[in-house]
Every structure is written in C-alpha cells, then in structure tokens.
C-alpha cells in the first residue's frame, strides 16, 4: 500500500527505456513522517532510511528546500540474455541533494531506499490504505504461523533436530502443560522422558516485572500464577501449547537473577539453549513485557503494494513493488522491530533452528531452509533474499553445510559485529558475552580456532584494521567505556558503529602476530567477559604527529573526524600531510594525543593500511600501546618499509631486530 502522495508521482508513471525518471517525493518532514505512519510502504523503509538524531536535525533545519525527499526511477529494456524479459526498473528515495547536515552524518543525495518495480504475471487494481485497525490474533496471521511451522516439520531435513532429539536441556525450564491458571518451574534433571521446549525472545522494559531469584526458587517450583506474567509471556504461553509444545524458556523466569554466579552460568549456554529449541517465539514488535505477541495493527498491512505503471510503449500494466530494505525493516527497525535493537537477541535470531517473528505489521517466518511473511507466505521473492542462507544454515547446522559456506564464515562474523554494534545493552560489560553464544559456534566450525576479545586468530590483521563511528552520526567524544570492558584493539572497547572495509584478493601481510593473552572473567570461558588481553605484534613502528585540521574530511565515509596526521622524518612511508588523495585516519575518539605512532598491518596494492597507537609506558617489563584510530596511506609500494632511519632502534618497544629494522610491540 502507498500514500496518497505517491499514488499521485507513480500511477500511470511512464517508464522509460532509454533514460532515467527523477522527481520531487516528499515535500516536508512531516508529511513523510505522517505517510510513514499511515503504512506506506515506500515512506516507511524511506523514513527508517534516517537515523534518530538526522530525524531532529531535519525538523529543526531552518532552510528546506522545495522537497526532503527525491526520487528516481531507471529504465525498463530487455535484458541482454534474453530480449523477451524485461530489467526490474529501479527506485531510489534519496534524500534532497541540498540536505547537507554534516553534524549528524546527513548529506545530500544519500539513497534511504531501494525498491524494484516487478511486472505481475496476473493484472489486478492497486491496493489502497485504509485506517482500519485489527489484531494478529484476529486474523489468519496464526494459521499462516501453523503452516509454516508443519511445513518445516514435514519437509525440511536441514531443520530437523538430530537423533537423539536433545543432547542438551536448560538448567531450568518451566512447564507449562495445560492448566489455565498456573505453570511450574522443574529442574531439567528431574525430566526423565525426551521433550521440545520452545524458547521467548522479548524486551524487557523499564518497567518492574515477575522475575526469579534465589528467594522465589521454591515458589516457582510449586506454581507460577499465569495472570501474574507480563502479556508476552501469557502469549508464548498460548503459542506454545497451540502447537503441543509443553515446555518453555524465557530467560528472565529461567536464570537466577540475583545469583551472579547462575547468570554467568547460564549466559555461557546461551548457544545451546537457543540451537537446542523447537522454536523460537520472538516478541519482534513489542517494546516491553506488557504489549504481547498479538499487535492492534493496520488493516492491509500485510498486503503486496500494488502500482499501475505505463510500459515505454504507453501500455498500462501493474508492478509489484518489492522493497529491498523489507525484511531488515520489519524484523530490525527502530519502528517496526524494537526486539533486534537489542544485543543479546543478534544470537538468540541467528542460533535458532526455527523463529515466528510476532512483528507490528505483520508476522514472519525464519528457518534453516525459508524466510517468508504474510505478504509473502511462500518465501521472500529472490530480490528480497538478503540473508545468507548457506551461512547462515552452517551456524545452525554444519553437518548439512557446506565447506564454501563454512569458509566463509570469517566474513560472515565481520558482518554479524556490525550488525550487533549497532544494537543496544543495558550493562556495559555484557559486550562480549551476548555475542560469545554466536563465538562459540563460529570457533566450533573454525577447528577451534582461537578466539581473542572479539576478533579471530587467522584474519585478525584485517579484523584489527575496524573502523569506529557514532551511533548518533555525531563526532564521538567519549565513545569508551567507564570500566574495562576490552582491550583496545578490540572493537567490544567502544560503544559506537563498527564497520569493517573488504578488503581485494589479493593482500599482502606486513606485520605478525606472534603471541596473545586472554584472562577471561571465568575460567574455561574465553568467550565472554575478560579481565585482561594483550597482543605482541612485529612489524615497522614508525613515528607521528597528529595535529587538528581546519577543514573536514571530504570523504565522509571514511573518516567523521576532523584530524590531520603529520608525520616523523621518514622517507617515502607517509605523505607530507593528510589529504583525500593521499590516505585517511579514522579516530576512536575526538582528542587524540598529538605523539603517536603507526603499525602498518596490511598493504592492498594500493594503500599501506594500519593501526594509530599511543604510548602507555612500561608495564610487565612490556611497552604498551594503546589503540586510538586507524590509517592508510596511499602507495605504490611497500618496500620503502624497510629502509632504515634515523631513531628507528630508539623507538619504545618489546624488542628491537635490527636486521629487518622491525619493532616487537605490546598492544592492550
């Protein structure tokens, strides 16, 4: 469905086959706020296109100009292979090209949505928005639900628990049976028979709710008052034994909460509860315990958007327009679904073998072998396919995996950080046990590969060379943490957007590791919470200066800050100052100190790319450095590395190798 506003730009629009269409969308912020919140589909994924702080700044912006928004639509020609199938004609929603507000990371033109115009193969009229409103529990929404569940049963192996069914159970599960008024908590030792449980991914809130602790073990154990449990849980309740499930986790009912010894625990089992569940039940769109599975929603909201486009010859025909952004906006947005803005539920999503999605809008399906919604209950069209299924299967399942999907879980790992940076957490130090479930898995399929604070042994040169941004698209003044959380050269020591750049073919290492330290909070458990970790590198250390620039970086996506890195007297390393042309420094907080050091790690035929370090001192008979940014500097070459300079054997360092003019450093 679509509003009014682009019923009137895009029906009977005619496409063209030899240029682009360009236009005017939405007129002010409000309006595309307002249409947005009416369902239109192109104003929704356009609207969550725009981070919360770029939202305000557009409202307060004093000078608009005639529209916010924009639009361009791209040919429609037969396709080279075959003359008879026409391309899918492009939409973009950009924003206005004289939106620039740098403070917040906006600028002018940046797409904020991708659509695809899809011929229908059976012509039927548009569908329009109507306010009328309705809960999922009221239409066939649950019965979508059954299907997909039985069909995954019946006809996906991939899906399928392994005989014997459960290897693992929960410390504690609660049992739920069929009594209408009370459930009990069991200890699983006690449960002698092979049963499923299902378990619930929800939002907390801010709001106090019924939890268990050490005092109420005994109470839980005898009974649990169904009308004393938040609304989602009463729903999980229903959902469950709607599908003869007589077992359920939830996490909050389930862990000890005053007991931090349990909560670690169990948190370190996180992996195997959510991999060892018959289903995940997953509050998508609620923000809080109160609101339930089943959402009052629109009417038609899970309908296809139907457009009435002219074909280049003037011919009427109705496209389906299919959004790429669908499936992230309904399952993670800040709108749509609050649930995936939390940290602890990237693992908890990408662990289960099955999930049903409860979202605002409509609900949807994942599994193993489908994704599908209710717009589209037999599976995203191939367009929409964002999600890596051999991946992400190889994280569930890596018997029905194969080795190209399992080698390329390294990437996949790059991707699930960002991912997880992006989401929030009430505790600061839960930063790397609510993604250790997810790191305990990937080491699994790694042969065990060692796993260092966050990062993987045998990429850990790239992994190291992460990029920091707010989350805000502000600059960050003090984006660490008050406590020690990670080492530095971890991406877990900051609390901001991680990006990780890809990086070509073919890589050449200049820089090695040769030992690290991991001292994990507790022992055995090296995947969450750490105490301490260091790594011991050999590369070229070489000396600068950073200095305040006067002027902003022109490539924003590169560098948010506004720093200009001078460097030492070394020849044919580092150009005279920073420059587009010449390189970029990207920094992990606002006031760097002005001595520093570079590490080159990796040089990509085209940039020497490293780490920005400071000096700490001597500590454990080790000079420390510390991670504040990173750099490349654009090059030829590399071999100029090993030229030597004056100073170079004075440098701070672990260890000195004069023959390949090397430095042995400490990095925490």
């Known amino acids: 469905m679509i509003c009014q506003t682009c019923t009137d730009i ?15 969308h939405q007129p002010t912020v409000q309006s595309l706020h307002d ?16 981070l919360e702080p770029q939202r305000e700044a557009l409202y307060a912006y ?21 003359p008879d199938v026409l391309t899918q004609p492009l939409l973009e929603i950009c924003n206005h090209e004289d939106l620039d507000i740098p403070e917040c990371g906006l600028y002018g033109s940046t797409v904020l949505a991708y659509s695809y115009f899809q011929r229908l193969k059976t012509q039927a009229p548009p569908q329009v928005i109507t306010p009328d409103f309705l809960s999922s529990e009221d239409n066939p929404a649950w019965t979508i639900g059954k299907t997909w569940l039985k069909n995954c049963i019946r006809n996906h192996s991939s899906c399928t628990a392994p005989k014997p069914r459960h290897l693992f159970y929960p410390t504690r599960l609660l049992c739920i049976g069929t009594d209408d008024s009370h459930i009990r908590l069991v200890l699983t030792e006690t449960i002698s028979i092979d ?18 602790t050490k005092d109420s073990m005994c109470t839980f154990q005898e009974g649990i008052d169904i009308s004393s449990l938040p609304k989602t849980f009463q729903d999980a309740i229903v959902v469950s034994r709607s599908i003869d499930i007589g077992y359920l986790w939830i996490d909050s009912l389930c862990i ?4 931090a010894s349990d909560w670690q625990k169990e948190a370190s089992l996180m992996h195997k509860i959510y991999s060892g569940a018959f289903c995940n039940i997953a509050a998508t769109g609620a923000n809080s315990g109160a609101e339930g599975l089943f959402l009052d929603r629109r009417m ?7 457009i009435r486009l002219k074909t280049p010859s003037g011919v009427s025909v109705t496209y389906e327009l299919l959004s790429e952004g669908f499936w992230d906006f309904h399952i993670s947005s800040d709108t749509q679904g609050p649930l995936n803005r939390r940290g602890w539920v990237l693992q908890e999503r990408l662990l289960s073998r099955r999930i049903l999605h409860f979202g605002r809008q409509q609900t949807l399906w994942q ?34 995996s194969s080795a190209d999907a399992i080698s390329e879980l390294g990437l996949l790992w790059l991707g699930l950080v960002s991912e997880y940076a992006e989401c929030s957490l009430t505790r600061d130090e839960d930063k790397l046990i609510a993604i250790s479930g997810l790191a305990q898995r990937m080491k699994v399929l790694n042969n065990n590969m060692p796993y260092i604070a966050g990062l993987w042994k045998r990429d850990i040169l790239h992994q190291l060379l992460w990029r920091a941004y707010s989350k805000s698209g502000e600059e960050m003044e003090t984006p660490m943490f008050s406590k020690y959380i990670a080492p530095s050269f971890s991406w877990a020591s900051l609390d901001a957007r991680i990006v990780f750049c890809k990086l070509p073919e073919s890589v050449t290492n200049i820089a090695r590791l040769l030992s690290w330290t991991v001292i994990p909070e507790v022992t055995g458990h090296e995947t969450g919470q750490i105490k301490f970790a260091s790594l011991q590198v050999k590369g070229f250390l070489r000396p600068v200066s950073v200095e305040e620039s006067t002027t ?36 992990d907080h606002t006031h760097p100190p002005r001595k520093a050091y570079v590490l080159p790690l990796i040089f990509t035929g085209r940039a020497l790319e490293g780490l920005l370090l400071t000096h700490l001192g001597v500590n454990f008979n080790a000079n420390i450095f510390y991670r504040i940014g990173c750099v490349a500097f654009y090059e030829e070459r590399f071999e100029s590395l090993a030229e030597t300079f004056e100073g170079a054997a004075s440098l701070p360092c672990d260890r000195y190798e004069a023959s390949s003019m090397q430095h042995v450093i400490s990095i925490m």
């Not at 895009?10 to 236009?23: A, C, K, M, N, P």
């Not at 038609?300 to 139907?306: K, S, V, Y």
């Open 10 to 24: 895009f029906t009977d629009l005619q496409l063209s086959s030899s240029e682009t269409i360009e236009g005017g």
């Open 35 to 50: 249409s947005a919140l009416q369902g239109c589909e192109i104003c929704m994924i356009a609207w969550s296109g725009y």
């Open 62 to 82: 004093q000078d608009l100009p005639d529209y916010v928004t924009t639009f361009t639509v791209s040919k429609e020609r037969p396709t080279r292979m075959d």
């Open 195 to 212: 049963v499923d449980y299902n378990t619930l991914s929800h939002c907390w809130g801010t709001s106090p709710f019924i939890q268990l």
């Open 256 to 259: 000890v909460q005053d007991d």
């Open 300 to 306: 038609g909201g899970a309908h296809p958007t139907l």
């Open 367 to 400: 599994c193993n072998e489908l994704c599908a919604a209710e717009q589209y209950p037999d599976g995203l069209p191939e367009r929409l396919e964002t999600i890596k299924h051999g991946q992400l299967k190889a994280l569930r399942d890596p018997v029905a």
């Open 552 to 587: 902003a970086s022109t490539h924003a996506s590169f560098s948010c800050s506004k720093t200009r890195i001078r460097p030492g007297q070394v020849p044919d390393f580092t150009p005279s100052s920073m420059t587009e042309t010449k390189g970029w420094v990207n920094l």
